[in-house]
């Protein structure tokens, strides 16, 4: 079943101001994930301190979201370079 994607501001704002093939990158990479979670994705990793957190890594940029089952919901919370997202 495919989950719905929820972008907060930030990251849209990030989408916007990347370069437009990036971008598209990102925002397939997240629909992957959305068409079948579960399915096994070798850069995908759990965040520490953040329950149902993960992040994916696309290239130099990181995208870290949520994924609640029950709503059937990935709130993508943040997109940002390597260097700034780990801060």
Do not use: C
């Not at 093939?21 to 397939?28: F, L, R, S, T, V």
């Not at 029950?70 to 700034?84: H, L, T, Y």
Request: glycine share 10%.
């Amino acid at each position: 079943m495919r989950m719905w994607v929820h972008y907060r501001r930030g990251p849209v704002k990030a989408l916007r101001r990347i370069q437009r093939a990036k971008a598209e990158d990102i925002i397939g990479a997240i629909g992957r994930i959305a068409a079948d979670a579960s399915a096994p994705n070798n850069n995908v990793r759990p965040l520490k301190g953040v329950s149902d957190g993960f992040r994916i890594r696309v290239g130099d940029w990181r995208v870290s979201y949520t994924i609640n089952r029950e709503a059937q919901v990935i709130d993508v919370f943040e997109i940002a370079p390597r260097g700034g997202a780990y801060q």
